[in-house]
């Protein structure tokens, strides 16, 4: 299986100040197709999680421009620009390219 | 708007099947590439359970791979799963996806006796 290791794993931030989490994997998550199968996950209390972004740096429909992803082969980051109280939860990075599909362990990010 | 449903019993007794039905609205099943479930026992992470493609072909999590299977009713427009010989370890949020963006809300089993 692929691991999938986040860092840190809680994050207090203060409102309107930058957010870093870094993902890194096993192995390679790029595809012979040209695509690197990485994706992260908001998981907000008490809901599943939501797509902030596939396929490394692409924004979901919706996702606020504050989030952004970056990196390649193995190393992997999501930034926020300026952390918003709506940002609070759990963030999850996700490799599919190879089964079984295997997350991190999950970030908790606060509001300080 | 693709949506999906969880549904099924919320206590299952040690031993017994797990059986959860997902049921999708706004979007037909048969047109999908590969529908999904996910787990997560309460406070933390996330496992990949196993996927169902288009084609019928299923593929399991191999440490759940003996006790699951992931079925299809296109007429329903549902897809199920069945989780076998369950034990407490398998008490969990249980989700059914159409991977890598749509969820249903999750249902929470707990495997009591």
């Known amino acids: 299986d692929i691991v999938m290791t986040q860092t840190p794993l809680s994050l207090s931030v203060t409102p309107g100040q930058p957010a870093s989490i870094s993902c890194k994997s096993s192995?390679?998550?790029?595809?012979?197709?040209?695509?690197?199968?990485l994706y992260w996950y908001l998981q907000k209390p008490g809901q599943p999680p939501q797509l902030l972004i596939y396929?490394?740096?692409n924004r979901f429909s919706g996702v606020p421009d504050r989030f952004s992803g970056s990196g390649s082969g193995t190393d992997f980051t999501l930034k926020i620009s300026r952390v918003e109280a709506e940002d609070v939860g759990v963030y999850y990075c996700m490799q599919s390219i190879q089964l079984p599909w295997t997350f991190g362990q999950g970030t908790k990010v606060e509001i300080k | 708007q693709v949506q999906l449903q969880e549904s099924g019993p919320g206590l299952v007794k040690p031993s017994e099947t797990l059986s959860l039905t997902c049921t999708v609205s706004g979007y037909s099943i048969s047109s999908g590439y590969y529908w999904g479930w996910i787990r997560q026992p309460p406070g933390k992470g996330l496992e990949w359970i196993g996927s169902?493609?288009?084609?019928?072909?299923?593929y399991y999590n191999p440490s759940l791979k003996s006790r699951v299977t992931i079925s299809v009713d296109t007429s329903k427009n549902q897809f199920s799963l069945k989780l076998s010989s369950v034990t407490a370890a398998d008490t969990a949020v249980y989700y059914c996806?159409?991977?890598?963006?749509?969820w249903g809300q999750g249902t929470l089993v707990t495997v009591s006796s």
């Open positions: 192995q390679s998550l790029l595809h012979s197709d040209g695509k690197t199968y």
């Open positions: 396929e490394v740096s």
């Open positions: 996806v159409f991977p890598p963006d749509y």
């Open positions: 169902i493609y288009h084609s019928g072909s299923t």
